[in-house]
């Protein structure tokens, strides 16, 4: 039932894409391990390198809620928030892994019934999603023996083309 978009781009474009998401009016909230607990990031500055399971939000959505076994562990699947991995490139490796969004529109509660979360996240969802489609080219790339569909930058490409590995 989730949505998701991959894509492979630079630090310099991710961060030109959270700061896309801050001017339409997200927070990032991200798991904080060092002090194990969410914290939220309004500004590029905010956002530190000890922090993952990264979450774009806003309050009109309602309230996110952690999962069950920690207090800094995101429940992506019913809190109203748009999960986002930054990909990484690691040239001593050769390889690029790959980013993401998504998000899960709709969930099955306890019960067995279908809870629909706010539409307006959707919506929200699908403007980060126009901004990466106008903003990277959607190439075929040769994983193994097939070819995939993929947003790649420019510079990944480059970097695809000269023998990295997009994982």
């Known amino acids: ?3 998701q978009i991959i894509f492979y781009m630079e630090k310099e474009l991710q ?3 959270i700061q896309f998401a801050f001017n339409q009016g997200f927070v990032l909230i991200a798991q904080d391990h060092e002090i194990q607990q969410f914290v939220k990031c309004k500004q590029l500055s905010d956002i530190k390198t000890l922090h993952n399971g990264l979450y774009f939000y ?3 959505y309602g309230p996110y809620y952690n999962t069950k ?3 800094y562990h ?3 699947v019913e ?5 986002f991995s930054r990909n990484a490139v690691n040239h001593e490796k050769k390889q690029v892994s790959q980013g993401r969004i998504w998000m899960q529109p709709k969930y099955y509660n ?3 019934e279908i809870i629909e979360k706010d539409s307006q996240l959707t919506k929200d969802y699908n403007i980060l999603v126009k901004y990466i489609k106008k903003c990277i080219p959607y190439r075929g790339i040769k994983l193994g023996n097939r070819i995939y569909k993929e947003y790649v930058s ?6 695809y083309e000269e023998g990295y590995h997009l994982m």
Do not use: A, C, H, T
């Open 1 to 3: 039932m989730g949505r």
């Open 15 to 17: 961060d030109e894409f």
């Open 58 to 60: 806003k309050e009109i």
């Open 69 to 71: 076994w920690s207090n």
């Open 74 to 76: 995101m429940n992506d």
């Open 79 to 83: 809190s109203p928030v748009i999960q």
């Open 110 to 112: 306890v019960q067995g």
């Open 154 to 159: 420019d510079y990944i490409m480059k970097l």
